[in-house]
């Protein structure tokens, strides 16, 4: 079923596919485009509000 923005019932759910990625796949891809130290460095993101590695945004809507 398709619906316009608008029309999306509060709740809504779908699963569109899955994807797992590897922390060697989160900073790999982080290094070459969002070197953050929440994405590249394991030491800096555990002291991050994240408490730990976390994928780039960029990375996920890349998938």
């Known amino acids: 079923m398709s619906y316009f923005f608008g029309d ?3 709740g809504y759910q779908s699963e569109v ?3 797992q ?3 060697e796949e989160v900073v ?3 290094k070459q485009w969002d070197p953050q130290p929440f994405h590249v460095d394991k030491a800096a993101a555990e002291e991050s509000v ?3 590695i ?3 945004s ?3 809507f890349a998938i």
């Open 28 to 30: 790999n891809f982080a």
């Open 21 to 23: 990625l590897t922390p």
């Open 58 to 60: 960029l990375h996920i």
């Open 50 to 52: 994240f408490g730990g």
């Open 54 to 56: 976390v994928a780039s």
């Open 8 to 10: 999306i019932p509060l």
């Open 17 to 19: 596919g899955r994807w």
